[in-house]
C-alpha cells in the first residue's frame, strides 16, 4: 500500500467514525447495533492512530491524526461514552423491573412469546453493557 492509499483510507475510517459519533450527539437513545458499530469504529481508527503516528511523518497526515484523537478524546470518550453507559445502565434497570413484575399465571402464548424477546433483548443490552466497560478499561 502506498503512503496515499492509507492516508486515504485514515481518511475515509476517521469520516466514517466523525458520522457516527454526529449521529450519536443527535440522537438520545441508540441501538445496540449503532453502539457496537461505533465502539468498534473508535477503537479501529484508535488503531489506526496508533500505527500511522510511529510510521508516518506527513505534517497534513499527522494533523490529521491530532484532529481525531482530539474528536475521540472530547467528543467520544467525554460525552458519548457516558451517554451510552447511562442509556445501557437505564435500559437494563427498567427492563429488569419489568420482567420482574410480570405475574407468572394466566399468560398467554403469546405473553411467553414476548417475555422471551424481552429477555433476549436483555441479555444483548447486558452483553454490550461488558462490551462498553471493556473499552473503559481500556481507558484508564
Known sequence: MSSNDISDMFHEESQKLENLINNAESNSELSIHEIVEMYYQVMNVSTMVT????T?????????????E???????NSNIHPKITEQLFDSIENLTKKLQSKTLQ?????????????YEY???????KEFVKQYEDGLS
Open 70 to 76: 482530539k474528536i475521540i478524546s472530547k467528543k467520544f
Open 106 to 118: 394466566n399468560k398467554s402464548k403469546e405473553d411467553i412469546e414476548s417475555e422471551a424477546k424481552q
Open 51 to 54: 500505527m500511522l503516528k510511529q
Open 56 to 68: 508516518n511523518e506527513n505534517p497534513s497526515l499527522l494533523d490529521q491524526i491530532s484532529s481525531v
Open 122 to 128: 436483555l441479555r444483548e443490552i447486558m452483553s454490550t
